[in-house]
Structures are given as structure tokens and as C-alpha cells.
């Protein structure tokens, strides 16, 4: 795992693992450090955070990017403090 950061926006998560869209390519087998933004369905200002290692399992070629899947590894929730401790860290 290097320390380059990218960002990509969800589109399925699962107990097991997730689907992502990156704008910039990663390679079956690349281990990743992801922090997953997660909103509740029914509950839009209810906002939770995990901090996962994952693997990339997949990586699809879309006309705008790449699908990723990836296997979670584990993950940890990160609480709301720490959330907002990492956010001024990173604004």
C-alpha cells in the first residue's frame, strides 16, 4: 500500500465488500486504505463513517472511469470526534 489518495463515489456496498467508480485506475490485487462515507437510507443527516482494508478483486473499463470491486477486509468504525478531527486535517 503506498500513500497516494484517491477518491471514488460507492455505488454498492455489502457485508463482505464494496463497488466503486474511480476516475483513476487500480489493479486486481492492489490492497487499499479506504475511509467509506455512509448515509442512511431513511435518514439523510445521519452520516457514519469506516475506516477498511480492502482488496481489489475487479476493475472494470466504463466509458467515464473505472468500476472497482473490492473484498473488505476489516473495518472499523470511526467515531463522530475523530471524523471531525479528520476532516480538519484534511480541508
Known sequence: MDNHCLEA?????G???F????DEPVHPGDELRCILDLTHAHRPTHKTSLSCQAVVLRVEHLPQ???VACSIRNYAMIQPRTQQRLR???Q
Not at 463515489?9 to 456496498?13: D, E, K, L, Q, S
Open 9 to 13: 463515489t460507492t455505488a454498492n456496498i
Open 19 to 22: 463497488y466503486c467508480i474511480s
Open 88 to 90: 480538519t486535517y484534511v
Open 15 to 17: 457485508s463482505g465488500g
Open 65 to 67: 472511469g473505472y468500476g
